[in-house]
């Protein structure tokens, strides 16, 4: 696509704000339709796919926050003046096309469409066929905006295909496609891998870990285990696995306390053999795949620990390499947990909650990667970027 001048794509952005505003009604009736048709047994897509007015305040704040960032396309990285004379210039450059994979939640529609027309890529949007009304209509409203400033409506494009359709589309896209990003569960990142031919950036499992070191401080130990736990299940930072160390003060009875205020928050709880010599009435973990999950329920396993680098190992083992927190007043014990612990977000004294585009300031995100290229973590405006070399010269031929 043509490169825009940042004062074009804000114009953009403020038509899609103003829209979104004023068409609250239409909006929330689309996803009355998406809700009514919805088989409520999976609680947790179910909350995903729930709009209201605080969410659509959340959408219009989310694309107020990326107009005000400074646009990343064109950014000098580095710029020298070479021996023979060239002149290199590393810059920032779009992608191209994005295509993102996703379920049930509408909001996606609004963030991920906000961080692409930014970064000057284009986008293809395949929703969950459970949000279908909801989509559309934002959709819909992407166009109004960028028709209102003279801007094709091929910026932003709505999929609507089957599991067979989608599958042949990324084996032989009829279009260019740069880059994808299936956000959602295993399945769907093992299926986008195996079919696509073009780069794939994953937004992994969450299943995400706590540590309870032998110096934790226990009430806030408990105060960010409940918040992590329960604040709500239905996110990808949401916490799966406590693992406690042996030799914490009175380890039997902080185990009872922690049973305690997560049965009142009606969380189930599966125990290791060595907690259940404690914990009598909680069930066994059936097996050590069971550690690889991510339940986005109100569930938990709790597992006992001799030491930090056993739940080290534990955690590079199991865990979807998304979160990751220590609870320590020992500092050497968090450095080395922190360093050591391989997950694109690690924490020391605090929820795993937090790992989220707009809490780590970074603003709206497309996703949280967990891979290792080109970006880890909260993928933001700055992170939609790839790069080119610029170079200048005067004849030069080389020798």
């Known amino acids: 696509m043509k490169l825009l001048e940042t004062t074009i794509k804000n114009n953009v952005l403020t038509s899609m704000t103003k829209i979104l505003d004023e068409n609250r009604e ?139 359709e989608t599958q042949e589309f990324l084996r032989n896209p009829t279009e260019q496609l740069d880059l994808i990003v ?63 160390n042996k030799k914490i003060e009175n380890y039997e009875s902080k185990l009872k306390d922690l049973q305690a205020v997560l049965k009142e928050k009606n969380v189930t709880i599966l125990v290791d053999k060595s907690i259940k010599k404690v914990l009598t009435d909680e069930a066994v973990i059936p097996e050590d795949s069971v550690w690889k999950e991510e339940f986005l329920a109100l569930k938990c396993c709790i597992g006992a620990v001799d030491n930090l680098d056993e739940a080290t190992e534990m955690i590079n083992k199991y865990s979807g390499g998304h979160s990751a927190a220590i609870m320590t007043t020992n500092d050497e014990n968090a450095d080395n947990f922190m360093q050591q612990v391989d997950c694109a977000a690690v924490y020391k004294n605090s929820s795993t909650r937090f790992t989220d585009g707009g809490q780590l300031g970074v603003g709206a995100e497309l996703a949280i990667s967990t891979d290792k290229l080109h970006h880890r973590g909260p993928l933001g405006l700055k992170k939609l970027v790839t790069n080119k070399y610029y170079i200048i010269g005067d004849g030069n031929v080389r020798v």
């Open 182 to 244: 299936p956000r959602g569960g295993e399945r769907l990142i093992s299926f986008v891998k195996e079919h696509a031919t073009c780069a794939v950036l994953i937004s992994g499992r969450g299943n995400n870990f706590i540590y309870i070191d032998e110096s934790a401080e226990w009430s806030k130990t408990l105060a960010v285990i409940i918040n992590a736990k329960t604040a709500k299940i239905s996110a990808c930072n949401a916490l799966d696995k406590i693992l406690i």
């Open 26 to 164: 239409a909006l929330l009736k689309a996803n009355k339709r998406d809700l009514d048709a919805f088989n409520k047994e999976d609680q947790a897509m179910f909350d995903r796919l729930i709009l209201n007015d605080q969410k659509i305040d959340g959408m219009i704040k989310a694309i107020n926050e990326v107009k005000a960032q400074e646009d990343p396309v064109n950014q000098i990285i580095s710029d020298i003046t070479l021996e023979n004379g060239l002149k290199v210039t590393n810059k920032t450059a779009p992608f191209g096309t994005i295509m993102i994979i996703y379920e049930s939640r509408p909001d996606v529609t609004v963030e991920a469409a906000v961080l692409a027309f930014k970064s000057n890529n284009r986008i293809l949007l395949k929703g969950g066929k459970e949000a279908l009304y909801s989509n559309k209509i934002l959709v819909d409203f992407w166009h109004k905006a960028l028709t209102e400033n003279n801007l094709s409506e091929d910026y932003i494009k709505f999929l609507q295909m089957d599991r067979t």
